[in-house]
């Protein structure tokens, strides 16, 4: 039997990725096999695709979260027509991953979905989630009272991050580099309250408004931090999750003159553990009620992932972009 995958033998721009025939994995004692019926796309994956991840050997089926249907679980930790998803663990790295009609990922790193959801939601969540829940609790230590700013609030997890923030009882701020009324809609649905135009000086703007902010999640990375740091109250804390500048490193960095009295400064990648601790039935709960708001960018289908890459490279998508494989 076989299934459709997306393959890439090589490094480069998004057609680099081949849809192809490949044979049905078969689990091993450990592990899940699951029929996908999504994925998220990652800017991690198109940092593989370009070549930025030396330990990642091709060819290989990229993509580090997969949501659908168990097929086969030989450890009987699962059940044939369980909704799960998993992520990370190795997964589209060390083994073949979600950009596939089927993987087999490890039992252990499986959540098992109890969501009524259509798949292009489902697809969605993931990674995005375990990534804004752990920078926000994990990372920022997120209270009910805090101030908190989104650096890259329309970014897949700036928004997720902001919504998940304001049912916690948060004020949220969000930066955006577009002026448009429907740019600061799309971040309103999202429970951001203010919205500020990023121009690379927000710590100006923010000064000027009198307020600094308890905790600041860095999604833009490198280029923005130093401006960030400088938005936090002493004792605040500042997050660097994202890197959608692209940049990864300060040149000449000087902790003493960069990192303003007493503002702590984190780093936040998440892993195997913080997914399985994300409580994504809690959160998709929430979604389902209308309560919580998740943005879904574009919906592609598997033979379009060329399209849904390019995407993904020119942030053309407001929100999560998710591929379906039926």
């Not at 926000?136 to 902001?162: I, M, N, P």
């Not at 919205?195 to 710590?203: E, F, S």
Request: hydrophobic residues 40%; contains cysteine; aromatic residues 6%.
């Amino acid at each position: 039997m076989s299934m459709k995958a997306v393959v890439i033998h090589e490094a480069g721009g998004p057609d680099v990725l081949k849809l192809e025939q490949r044979p049905i994995p078969t689990p091993a004692a450990d592990e899940v096999l699951i029929r996908v019926k999504a994925f998220g796309l990652n800017r991690s994956e198109m940092f593989t695709r370009q070549g930025h991840s030396p330990n990642v050997r091709f060819p290989r089926v990229l993509g580090i979260e997969a949501a659908g249907v168990v097929e086969a679980c030989p450890s009987g930790q699962f059940q044939p027509g369980d909704k799960v998803a998993s992520a990370m663990a190795g997964m589209g790295r060390d083994f073949d991953g979600g950009y596939a009609e089927y993987t087999c990922p490890k039992a252990a790193n499986t959540q098992r979905l109890t969501t009524g959801l259509e798949w292009a939601v489902v697809g969605a969540v993931p990674e995005m989630l375990q990534t804004a829940y752990g920078s926000l609790f994990k990372a920022l230590k997120l209270r009910a009272d805090d101030r908190l700013l989104v650096r890259g609030g329309t970014t897949s997890v700036g928004l997720a991050a902001a919504a998940i923030a304001s049912n916690h009882g948060c004020f949220v701020a969000g930066t955006t580099r577009s002026a448009s009324p429907d740019t600061a809609e799309l971040m309103r649905r999202s429970g951001v309250e203010q919205v500020i135009v990023d121009d690379g000086n927000v710590a100006d703007t923010v000064v000027k408004g009198g307020k600094k902010f308890d905790k600041v999640l860095e999604l833009v990375g490198t280029t923005t931090l130093k401006d960030s740091l400088n938005c936090a109250v002493e004792g605040g804390i500042v997050c660097m999750t994202g890197i959608v500048g692209n940049s990864w490193s300060l040149k000449e960095f000087s902790p003493m003159d960069v990192i303003p009295h007493c503002v702590g400064l984190t780093v936040y990648s998440g892993g195997p553990d913080e997914f399985m601790e994300t409580p994504l039935n809690d959160l998709l709960k929430q979604i389902e009620a209308g309560t919580m708001p998740v943005q879904i960018g574009k919906v592609f289908k598997i033979d379009q992932i060329v399209e849904a890459h390019d995407t993904m490279e020119k942030n053309l998508a407001r929100g999560k972009i998710v591929v379906l494989t039926e």
